[in-house]
């Protein structure tokens, strides 16, 4: 299994909605990621979770909060968002310090309205 | 610091002619290179890494990059283009034992018949 599931795939919300962004992977990888795409832009670093410990927050605003429960799991917690906030949200992971590829996940596509 | 530099936002080609598409890297220590490819409204999907050895490097749908040390290059050639291959490329970068992936600014390949 070389799968990074992220779930849902779409995902359209109000400014004054909580939701989830799910996250799931079974590689036995111990680093996971968060990134964050606009159109036609690289994606950027949100969150890394190293052995189930957050190890990199790239300053991310407070309205997006992560959490691992476990080490297949991650999951993106959504509140207040704003219409900028609307973007691809990508998961990846990979097993730290050994130059193996990052896998990524299909993305979420969020709208917030 | 590191940075990675796709010099072309866009590559347009003929089908069935060469592409190669830029990467330059700027780092004061050893890196792991790595190109991605980005379908549209889908997640990065690995071509092809360069981790030690051999600066040749093969990848997947007929891909290769050629590691160049003294010119911090890593440039991603295919001899003969598809239409499948109109997509997004970016380059990768990570610190040899960081968790961190950089991705260079992306270049857009369209192959036109």
């Known amino acids: 299994d070389t799968e990074v599931t992220q779930t849902p795939k779409h995902l359209v919300m109000g400014m004054t909605n909580k939701k989830s962004l799910k996250c799931e992977q079974h590689m036995g990888h111990r680093a996971m990621y968060w990134y964050k795409q606009k159109a036609k832009k690289p994606p950027e670093l949100m969150f890394v979770?190293?052995?189930?410990?957050?190890?990199i927050n790239e300053s991310v605003p407070s309205r997006f909060s992560p959490e691992c429960p476990n080490s297949s799991l991650l999951n993106l917690h959504l509140h207040a968002l704003q219409p900028e906030d609307s973007a691809l949200y990508l998961c990846?992971?990979?097993?730290?310090?050994?130059?193996?590829?990052?896998?990524f996940g299909q993305g979420t596509r969020l709208t917030v309205v | 610091a590191q940075s990675v530099t796709q010099l072309d936002s866009q590559v347009p080609v003929f089908e069935e002619a060469p592409v190669e598409l830029r990467c330059n890297y700027s780092s004061s220590v050893s890196v792991y290179l790595f190109w991605y490819v980005q379908y549209p409204n889908q997640g990065l999907q690995l071509l092809l890494k360069?981790?030690?050895?051999?600066?040749l490097v093969k990848g997947i749908n007929g891909f290769e990059a050629e590691f160049n040390k003294s010119q911090t290059s890593f440039h991603l050639r295919k001899p003969s283009v598809h239409i499948s291959d109109t997509a997004e490329y970016f380059c990768?970068?990570?610190?040899?034992?960081?968790?961190?992936?950089?991705f260079g600014t992306g270049t857009r390949l369209t192959v036109i018949p």
């Open positions: 990846a992971s990979h097993t730290p310090g050994q130059g193996t590829e990052a896998f």
């Open positions: 360069y981790l030690s050895g051999s600066t």
């Open positions: 979770y190293s052995y189930e410990k957050l190890s």
């Open positions: 990768a970068v990570t610190l040899t034992g960081a968790n961190n992936l950089f």
